[in-house]
């Protein structure tokens, strides 16, 4: 078992940055891929990033491409979401995912991670 902590959310006016970190404790993470989702009221949950567990492999979604990085520290036993440039309409809770061993075409994949974080909300105002 995976346990998942977010942290690093707030609020922050547009075009602001946040850094949002997740720490996992119970099982070391570098087996696993590490995705961040986010869910914005009365929307489904959506992908924004994910990295494969080798490091090797960096997804994220359209809309926070060229804005967010996604990066990892094993050493740390910690995930990063590094979120620039922010918009009103990143406004949403971020959530942490874990998934062992997931290979690269399922990274954006909701559906395949098993472990979740309880999310950390963000609030961007314009």
């Known amino acids: 078992q995976v346990q998942l902590v977010e942290s690093g959310g707030g609020l922050v006016q547009a075009g602001g940055s946040l850094r949002l970190s997740c720490a996992a404790s119970?099982?070391?993470?570098?087996?696993?891929?590490m995705g961040w989702f986010r869910q914005a009221p009365g929307k489904e949950r959506e992908f924004v990033a994910a990295i494969s567990w080798s490091g090797g492999t960096a997804v994220s979604a359209d809309s926070v491409k060229g804005r967010f990085t996604i990066s990892r520290d094993n050493a740390k036993n910690t995930v990063y979401l590094q979120m620039n440039s922010l918009k009103p309409e990143d406004t949403a809770v971020y959530y942490c995912a874990a998934a062992l061993l997931l290979t690269t075409p399922l990274l954006t994949s909701r559906s395949r991670y098993p472990y979740w974080g309880q999310g950390t909300q963000v609030t961007v105002s314009s």
């Open positions: 119970g099982r070391t993470i570098s087996s696993y891929a």
